[in-house]
């Protein structure tokens, strides 16, 4: 039963690499059914609910990507303490699922859920600190909190330019997301700064 689940699991991966999400998803659902005959609270679940999650997310069916995140939290925390790091992985992908269906009280929660654990790993210039900061500051962006976003924005921009570089890739959507906020609070010359940023950035990544 383990070689099944591991060819299954193996199977989906490569079919969401391909972009086959259709097949990925059957996939992980016969892996599902195989690892649902290892012992309760066993690895291989939770890390197909989790594939199976990712691969709803990206086929768009948000509910279902949620109820599958949910029920993995649910495995990891009663198996792994709540304090555990690959908890706050599932929290932050449950928020993210959060804010693309809108529900940004929720997102706020599992992400500053996200970040207090990530505190409790990492050091506060560490990359996974700016990851949790830049996704708070999403949330509190599409409230219109702006003050609030933008403090998490400067910071996970600092904390991304001292650990990736200033030319890194990841920045782009940071700094296009940060301009937008500059400008809906008078701050154009500012927001054309950052929009500059990252046009340059973007330039160099096709040359």
Known sequence: MSKIWSDLRDSAVRAMED??????????QAALEAAEQ?????????????????????????????????RALEIRENHQGADHEDVATVLNNLGTVYFKRGFYKDAMTSFEKTLTLRRKTFPEGHLEIGKALYHLALVCHAQMRYDEADGHYRKSLDIKNKTLGNNHPAL????????????????????AQMEQFASGIEAKQKA
């Open 19 to 28: 972009g086959d999400n259709e097949t990925a998803l059957r996939d992980w």
């Open 172 to 191: 782009i959507n940071l700094l296009r997301n940060y301009a937008h906020l500059l400008r809906k609070t008078s701050r154009d010359s500012i927001a």
């Open 38 to 70: 290892f012992s309760k609270g066993d690895g291989r679940t939770v890390a197909t609910l989790e594939g199976m999650a990712q691969c709803e997310y990206l086929r768009g069916n948000f509910p279902a990507a949620e109820s599958l995140y949910k």
